[in-house]
């Protein structure tokens, strides 16, 4: 009798991992685009109008300029970042072999800048760190998202999909509690969006800038009155890669603009 | 600095045109304070125009309210070819310049 207990719960956890309780399925995900007033869809479908666009533009500048003691540019290696960028963010946060786990797209550039161009390293949030990862992210705008294809990624993802599903802060909130849960409501008048983080680095107009998916975690987990890990934590990188994997085969829509 | 200007390439003589312009530009009041006290200088465009062929056909004059990167769009009548320039001017001695070219039939 135990015994065919034991299998009825080994075969419902097997069904239920697949797919837990509120978890969105395949078909039902929802760029934050779709939430958007038509006036903000409106800014972010039109090039000239979009003020990631000018991140954009700086980024391509930057990448054509010698910087370093080895007085090279990320043109002189990568070439052309049409061809040689094109579906290169899609795969982000994606597995360094030097470093055992995933790094972020910021850190890749940062990690080129420090072992190719011999550079310091540009801090994070900073202008020209953003214009360089939207510039390279742009490349890739349409580009379905792959991210956490690769099987030494498997437990980075889980690792940041517990933490999804973790609740934290004085609010005792997880992630999960509003972004698989109750997306499609509202939160003091502002639709809550599923979190697929298609548009990153994006122009949210409350910042009046461009920014990173570090810094949107980052004032979610302050929203929840929790203590925000640091830029670059591992956690956030975890993060970051499970979002990303979550929204796999969703395009590109960098640069965003978000409200 | 990026500026971003969308004018038609090509119109009809006589034909209203929309012109848009986005430039960067932080836009900082002088309302704000850091974490010890100390007023953030403001540092803002002040001034914007635009020139048909010479002609000025549009200026405006931006205050701290206005947002970071700010956006301009306008009407103009296209009456000849030639060069439409964009001049931005502002705080510590700023200045920005951009230029695009319609040609009328």
Known sequence: ?259 | MAALINVPSKAKRGDIIEIRTLTSHIMETGFRRTMDGALVPRDIITSFTCRYNGTEIFRADLFPAIAANPYLSFFTIAKESGKLEFEWIGDNGYSSRASASITVE
């Open chain 1, 1 to 259: 009798m135990i015994f065919w207990r034991a299998i009825a719960v080994a075969a419902l956890a097997a069904t239920t991992s697949a797919l837990l309780a509120g978890e969105i399925p395949p078909d039902a995900r929802r760029s934050g685009y779709s939430f958007m007033s038509p006036d903000t869809r409106a800014m972010q479908d039109d090039d000239t109008s979009n003020p990631g666009m000018l991140f954009v533009l700086d980024g391509e500048a930057l990448w054509g300029r010698k910087v370093g003691s080895a007085d090279k540019a990320c043109a002189d290696c990568h070439g052309d970042a049409r061809s040689s960028m094109k579906g290169v963010a899609a795969r982000y946060p994606a597995f360094d072999r030097t470093l055992g786990r995933p790094v972020t797209l910021d850190q890749r550039i940062n990690l080129c800048r420090a072992n190719h161009q011999q550079a310091s390293s540009l801090p994070y949030e900073g202008h020209d760190i953003l214009a360089l990862s939207a510039f390279v992210a742009h490349q890739s705008r349409g580009v379905a998202i792959t991210t956490g294809d690769d099987p030494q990624l498997i437990a980075f993802v889980e690792q940041g999909r517990s933490l999804f599903m973790q609740r934290e802060g004085q609010l005792n909130l997880a992630c999960t509690n509003c972004h698989d849960d109750n997306f499609d409501k509202h939160l003091a008048g502002s639709p809550i969006t599923q979190g697929q983080p298609t548009g990153y680095p994006l122009y949210r107009l409350e910042w009046q800038t461009l920014g990173s998916l570090e810094r949107r975690l980052r004032s979610c987990m302050t929203g929840v009155r929790a203590q925000a890990y640091e830029y670059g934590a591992p956690e956030l990188v975890a993060l970051e890669l499970y979002l990303m994997s979550r929204a796999r085969g969703m395009p590109m829509e960098t640069p965003a603009v978000r409200p």
